[in-house]
């Protein structure tokens, strides 16, 4: 046999394609996909749907056999009026921003402490996986109980230093602060346990180099750390500030809210507003102002995650 | 300027002030550490020990932060209170079945969605839909739930919160399951097909085996959200169904009389989440992250 | 028995605008282990994936004993494959994992063990039968991969780089076993590398692929020796071919080739005068086993010594030949300094004559 060289057929027109032997396969996808899209859209897209739509009325639960009326835009009119309504607005991007910047520097430290010179990284892990594995609820209680004004342990442990004690979740000005003190410990783990697996999946080589050129632990942090965890540091950005603005349970138990309005969450007054003053149309509306609010932020980190 | 460029600022190695500033900010260092991990460590300390306290030394002060005696007075107090037990049962009951559901039918979603017969398109938009949901915070869908709840007439039933939490879980385990199956490696699914597996024999003999750690490690991540939740919990239940979360929440209007049972109750309440982290551990942060980082 | 025959085969992935595969008209015997051996990107994988069913042609028909397989699923095309992965299922024994085909397919207990059995026999892993992948080492991952697809019987090995995975030694060694299995059980084979020296030992015929289109069909020895283009000549062989750039300087007579080191008579045997016109460029290429190479400066190419590569049992030795590095295959007892002056002689019958243009070989 003699080799043969590949330029041969032309004239004819090559024979058209079969159908494909998928369709199996796509039927099989479809049914193992429906019963959680169907799932999914009764359950999330319905009642967002309906919260649009009640956003537009008025309607008072509590009366028996009462009807939603319809208002159009009233409700969005009234919160641009509404003081408590910017309030919650400033108390919520006050906690998400101060929360997640704190949470994000100490937890930057704590990884980079972890992943390098402490032997005690072991340790360390299992002493951090406490505050994650404590329910929200649990911790906001207990929390409660240690800035207790009068017997709470962190007026005692400050004692110990000279410092008088404090009204912590009493005072106007200290409560805030007590909050995202509580939020912050809740995650500061996650941050730190997500930051540290970043930096371990960095090439170890890098170092190495960046070692033998002599650059200083600093430099080293600055020019090859961040750099190359940033992709690492968006995803947790973006997931952190999204957790943060659905922080319910620890104000819920901590404060509700005070003392007067100066832990109001945005979570918090929707909740007030609808299952404490039964407004349940302004209650709609705030949510889809907070809903396209967050949704605009996320998309902007999304997009920067893309350009990455 | 490359960083070869700069000039340290520090003594040069070999020097004996090196070392020493090196020692010291060592020292420094762990003591910090240290001083930061009691913090963080402090509160579990103190849920714990306070559940064994007596009722003097629960709240004495200054508190007692070593304790020397101990009961479990508190525990039995806390299960004769009126609907402890039953919140116990309820917690686990709607805990188990929403796990059990989301993991079933999310990973069955999510092995259809790593698999590349269904259009581009439709599975890029389903992805983003699903991450859209996990963005919304709970408390914007809080109202049109209640009002469903009670138009169905499930208010304070076990398939409410069940169907909740299903649906919040969902995006999770889907995100989750869908970077698991993506890792597997595409050849062992192709010895599937050459074999003559049926896209049923394939999900149920050869993938989900392989993927039962991270099954495992999902369905550990649901259980817990659920164990936990109170918003929900607290808005479509009052009696019967009534959820743990709930009872804890409880105790802040009854102040400092009832710390020992709250403590009581938040040590039990931590006993199955400490049991599923310690098989999670590995996995913890691509659970933290939605699987965004591998860990 | 056997038959496969690819009719105008094309795969284009996507909205890409080149073909992973263009216009494949490819058959392969009954009986026979054909090789598709090619650059990584050449279409070689895809070729196999296309007759396994796991990919579907863009265009074109696949035949498997002249019934048309397109719409036919992979598991219903009665095929074995191997994969560079071996892709064994991890939660299953080695037992288990040979026979699972047969399982899927509704075969008795008792028929599954006696086929696993026989397979276990023939690749000697009997002992292994009870142990999980992880508890293998390569080398015995590789044969229960084998196992898995001889067990089934099927018309059809396909093997994809099977094996790759392997080191150098392993790798040797197991050539000569697949030859020798696939020579007993008598399997139709389609095997898949990128390894030329595997293409070489071990096919019946081995087609070369590049970007999609087959360059050359034929047994090792026929591609080997009178390659159709440049690139065949290049990637058969190790070192592999030269090709030593020169001009058509003169057809009095015999014609002459203009070279960095001189000029090369060529006689009408070696290049038919057809093809040849004055100044035109032309390749010559010459295999380093096919040129013989004396110190200092007499008949021949005048080049200059740059490396001795001593490889125990041959030397290869790379010269100089004006800006082009030339590679010499000599007797491990060839020793020379760098610089030192040297003279190539070609053997005529051995070397080819190429349009650096079209790459293509020219006419004898």
């Given at each position: 046999m003699t080799a043969i060289t590949p330029e041969i057929t032309q004239a004819q027109s090559p024979p058209p394609v079969l159908k494909q032997s998928h369709r199996g396969e796509k039927i099989g996808s479809a049914i193992f996909l429906a019963p959680a899209v169907a799932f999914l859209l009764l359950t999330s897209v319905y009642p967002l749907i309906y919260s649009l739509w009640l956003s537009f009325h008025s309607w008072n639960m509590t009366i028996p056999n009462s009807q939603p009326v319809w208002i159009g835009t009233r409700n969005y009119e009234r919160l641009w009026d509404d003081p408590d309504f910017w309030n919650s607005v400033q108390v919520t991007l006050i906690f998400v921003l101060v929360a997640v910047t704190v949470e994000f520097i100490f937890g930057m430290g704590l990884a980079l402490l972890a992943t390098s010179r402490i032997r005690a990284m072991g340790w360390i892990r299992t002493i951090m996986l406490f505050p994650l594995m404590l329910a929200p609820v649990v911790a906001g209680v207990l929390w409660r109980t240690l800035f207790q004004s009068s017997y709470g342990v962190i007026n005692w442990a400050i004692g110990l230093v000279g410092i008088p004690a404090q009204e912590w979740l009493g005072s106007p000005s200290q409560a805030l602060p007590a909050v995202i003190a509580v939020e912050v410990w809740q995650n500061l783990p996650v941050v730190t346990f997500i930051l540290a697996a970043g930096i371990q999946s960095l090439p170890l080589d890098l170092y190495k180099a960046a070692q033998v050129d002599g650059a200083s632990s600093w430099q080293i942090f600055r020019r090859i750390t961040l750099p190359l965890l940033k992709p690492v540091i968006l995803v947790l950005l973006l997931l952190r500030i999204m957790d943060a603005f659905k922080v319910f349970d620890i104000v819920f138990t901590m404060t509700y809210g005070g003392p007067g309005q100066t832990t109001e969450l945005m979570s918090m007054l929707i909740y007030k507003t609808g299952f404490k003053f039964f407004q349940v149309g302004q209650a709609s509306a705030m949510s889809w102002v907070f809903l396209v609010a967050i949704f605009i932020i996320s998309l902007f980190f999304i997009w920067r995650l893309d350009k990455e | 300027m490359s960083a070869t460029t700069m000039t340290p600022v520090r003594p040069a190695p070999g020097t004996p002030n090196y070392h020493r500033r090196k020692q010291i900010g060592a020292i420094l260092l762990y003591l910090l550490t240290i001083a930061i991990m009691i913090v963080i460590a402090f509160p579990m300390y103190w849920l714990i020990t306070t559940s064994f306290k007596v009722p003097a030394d629960a709240t004495a002060n200054p508190p007692v932060i070593i304790p020397t005696r101990f009961t479990l007075d508190n525990y039995v107090n806390a299960f004769k209170t009126a609907g402890v037990s039953r919140a116990f049962v309820n917690s686990i009951v709607v805990a188990l079945a929403s796990t059990f559901f989301t993991t079933i039918l999310g990973s069955m979603a999510a092995y259809a969605l790593a698999k590349s017969y269904l259009s581009y398109a439709i599975r890029r938009g389903l992805m983003i839909w699903i991450l859209v949901t996990r963005i919304f915070p709970p408390v914007t869908t809080a109202i049109p739930y209640y009002v469903i709840v009670r138009n169905l007439h499930l208010g304070d039933t076990h398939t409410a919160l069940i169907i909740t939490y299903v649906a919040y879980g969902l995006p999770f385990v889907i995100w989750l399951m869908l970077g698991f199956f993506q890792d597997m490696p595409p050849e062992i699914e192709k010895a599937a097909i050459v074999d003559g597996c049926s896209f049923w024999q394939r999900f149920r003999r050869v993938i989900l085996p392989l993927a039962l750690p991270g099954l495992a490690v999902t369905s550990i991540f649901a259980f817990i959200y659920s164990w936990n939740e109170l918003l929900y919990a607290s808005m479509l239940t009052s009696f019967n169904a009534k959820t743990i979360p709930v009872v804890v929440s409880g105790f802040i209007s009854d102040q400092f009389l009832r710390w020992g049972e709250m403590t009581a109750i938040g040590t039990l309440m931590v006993i199955p989440v400490l049991i599923f982290a310690a098989g999670a551990q590995r996995y913890l942060v691509r659970g933290l992250t939605f699987g965004a980082v591998k860990g | 028995m056997a038959n496969i025959r690819f009719d105008r085969v094309s795969k284009r992935f996507g909205n890409q605008q080149a073909a992973a595969v263009h216009d494949l008209n490819l058959e392969v015997h009954d009986k026979e282990l054909l090789t598709l051996v090619g650059?990584?990107?050449?279409?070689k994988s895809t070729t196999l994936n296309m007759l396994a069913g796991l990919e579907d042609p863009s265009e074109g028909l696949i035949y498997i004993d002249e019934r048309v397989v397109n719409d036919v699923p992979p598991g219903a095309r009665d095929i074995a494959m191997v994969f560079q992965s071996y892709a064994l299922y991890p939660h299953m024994t080695v037992r288990q994992n040979i026979g699972f085909g047969l399982e899927v397919r509704g075969i008795k207990k008792t028929e599954i063990a006696r086929r696993v059995d026989e397979a276990a026999q023939i690749l000697e892993i009997e002992p292994l039968l009870g142990r999980r992948p992880k508890e293998l080492s390569g080398g015995q991952r590789q044969r229960v991969a084998l196992g898995r697809a001889i067990t089934r019987d099927p018309k059809v090995f396909l093997l994809d780089e099977p094996l790759s995975n392997l080191d150098a030694q392993l790798r040797t060694q197991m050539r000569a076993e697949l030859r020798l299995l696939f020579r007993r059980i008598e399997g139709t084979v389609v095997y898949v590398t990128h390894d030329q020296a595997e293409a070489m030992t071990l096919s019946d015929r081995l087609v070369v692929m590049r970007n999609g289109l087959v360059q050359q069909v034929g047994t090792p020895l026929e591609v080997y020796n009178n390659p159709v283009n440049m690139f065949v000549g290049r990637f058969l062989g190790s070192p592999s071919m030269n090709m030593v750039d020169s001009t058509v300087a003169s057809l009095d007579g015999a014609a002459v080739l203009q070279t960095a080191g001189g000029a090369l008579p060529v006689t009408r045997e070696m290049v038919s005068g057809d093809e040849l016109t004055v100044d035109r460029p032309l390749a010559i290429g010459i295999r380093p086993e096919d040129i013989a190479i004396t110190l200092g400066?007499?008949?021949g190419l005048h080049a200059t010594i740059e490396v001795i590569e001593s490889m125990g049992a041959a030397n290869v030795v790379y010269v100089r030949l004006g800006s082009q590095r030339i590679a010499v295959t000599t007797p491990p007892t060839f020793q020379a300094a760098f610089d030192d002056p040297v003279s190539l002689r070609f053997d005529p019958a051995m070397t080819h004559f190429f349009d650096p243009q079209t790459e293509k070989v020219l006419a004898s």
């Open positions: - | - | 650059p990584s990107g050449c279409g400066h007499a008949d």
